[in-house]
């Protein structure tokens, strides 16, 4: 094995020609530094063991511990090596291993309810009426929450996960592992001293994940599992899920698969909007078996099986879709920020004043975290900021009431674009290749000129809406039965074995 320099990842320097070979070295990196370094294979094999989890899972979760220290926006790795901070690790990862002796004396009784489907990263009152679609297709589901959220739907429960992890359920390991992982912590904080790098910023994370799923897994089941944030799988949940019995884990594109976002993701079934979206993820370090174009899963829920409330949204000509930003991730190279701040926005203010009878509406989602920069260059435009709005539509009723939709980045306009409205993604000069890999035949979607947009604009009485695209399953499979496809797909999948 060739030995890499554990800081060497504090010297590396993001490199490439283009926005897909940045991040495509950058996963090789991280892969080559996980499974080249003489300490980190050596930990990573002695916490195999202690843990019972094969070193392949755990060096998947490592990879993507490590590309979360990536900071695109610095261009390097964020790491916390400071003698205070390696103390400061010791501490939580001793406190872990503390907080598993008292499961030592819980008797192994348990009792472990059963469920046909598990959902995951459910966050708000909105994520449980979306998953209700999706659970009236099993007989039972199981939703994990980190909130105190109601959920009264029939055979559907949900739990508080960090309410769960204080639960006495026994996880069955013993005071000799126990020992073994103490000991293993405390050589770990030394080699993080000698060496000048902090291992235990990736080892507490390894035993946390193996202590929060051991816990949740020795009191539940489930034949599948759903996560509906692509970008958060778990290598690691996903071992101790089939180990207690589950069959299938998958995950949705909730976004656009940008470059920055779809590495290392590990599922068995990729839930993607359209067509061959999602497939990038295996090229950037990811593992996925399964591709299968369902539609819009957000959709579903606030458009086609909510009820229409139009009338409490103005007619619109111009609908511009809101993104976060500044967005770290989105900073891959130079091209966001210059094409977002020094085009993307002075179009907008632009096109509003070059035509100050067209209706334009600025529509920024509910979680928009504010932008003074974007509101600066915006102060004298002729349009309406929206964020937060009471449609029981959400952004979608918005974009049914307007002609022309368009965004820098939203994933909305693939999802409007399938589902036949007109609808454009902004990019100036066509440089942001970051956002649309994997999207086929987008470019007549694509405005990237000023005079392109004044046009479009200028045309917009003459546009009908609800016109038929062609390729439509290229960009969102349309219709409203998102969460029956996929129920459908997870039980023939299954069957098939």
Request: glycine letters at 4%.
């Amino acid at each position: 094995m060739v030995n890499m320099g554990l800081r060497s990842i504090l010297q590396y320097t993001s490199n490439g020609q283009n926005v897909y070979e940045i991040v495509k070295n950058l996963t090789k990196f991280v892969k080559k530094f996980v499974a080249e370094n003489f300490l980190f294979q050596k930990s990573l094999s002695d916490l195999s063991i202690i843990l019972d989890i094969p070193k392949t899972v755990l060096e998947k979760r490592s990879n993507q511990i490590l590309f979360g220290f990536y900071k695109f926006d610095k261009k390097k790795f964020i790491l916390k090596n400071n003698i205070l901070f390696i103390f400061y690790d010791l501490v939580i990862s001793l406190g872990l291993s503390i907080f598993m002796v008292l499961h030592v004396f819980i008797p192994n009784k348990n009792k472990i309810k059963k469920f046909d489907l598990i959902c995951e990263n459910i966050s708000s009152d909105v994520d449980v009426k979306r998953h209700k679609f999706l659970s009236e297709n099993f007989n039972s589901t199981l939703l994990l929450g980190y909130k105190n959220l109601e959920c009264n739907y029939e055979n559907t429960k949900l739990i508080n996960i960090k309410k769960e992890l204080f639960n006495l359920v026994s996880i069955n390991f013993s005071f000799k592992k126990i020992a073994s992982l103490t000991l293993f912590l405390i050589k770990i904080f030394f080699y993080s001293i000698l060496n000048r790098y902090n291992f235990l910023s990736v080892f507490k994370h390894l035993i946390y994940d193996f202590i929060k799923y051991k816990k949740i897994y020795s009191k539940y089941s489930a034949k599948y599992h759903f996560n509906y944030r692509f970008y958060d799988t778990n290598p690691i949940h996903n071992y101790i899920f089939k180990k207690s019995g589950g069959l299938k884990t998958s995950c949705y594109q909730k976004n656009l698969c940008m470059l920055s976002l779809s590495c290392f993701v590990y599922a068995d079934i990729f839930f993607s909007l359209g067509q061959n979206q999602g497939k990038i993820c295996n090229d950037l370090g990811g593992e996925i078996d399964l591709f299968k174009p369902v539609g819009s899963f957000f959709m579903e829920n606030a458009w086609f099986k909510q009820k229409k409330d139009l009338a409490r949204i103005p007619d619109i000509d111009i609908l511009i879709i809101g993104i976060n930003v500044p967005y770290p991730r989105g900073c891959i190279n130079n091209d966001f920020y210059n094409s977002y701040y020094k085009e993307f926005i002075p179009w907008i203010a632009k096109i509003s004043k070059e035509f100050p009878n067209k209706k334009i509406y600025y529509k920024h989602h509910s979680y928009f975290k504010g932008d003074t920069r974007a509101t600066a260059l915006l102060e004298n435009a002729n349009l309406e900021v929206i964020v937060n709005d009471k449609s029981l539509n959400s952004t979608y009723g918005w974009a049914f009431k307007s002609k022309i939709i368009i965004s820098f980045g939203s994933t909305m306009i693939v999802e409007l674009i399938g589902n036949g409205k007109q609808a454009y993604f902004i990019d100036p000069g066509g440089i942001n290749h970051q956002w649309f890999y994997g999207i086929n035949d987008l470019e007549k979607y694509k405005i990237k000129t000023y005079e392109t947009l004044k046009k479009i604009v200028a045309n917009s009485s003459n546009i009908k809406t609800d016109q038929k695209v062609q390729n439509e399953n290229f960009f969102c499979i349309s219709g409203g039965n998102t969460s029956k496809i996929i129920s459908n797909f997870l039980k023939n999948e299954t069957n098939k074995n």
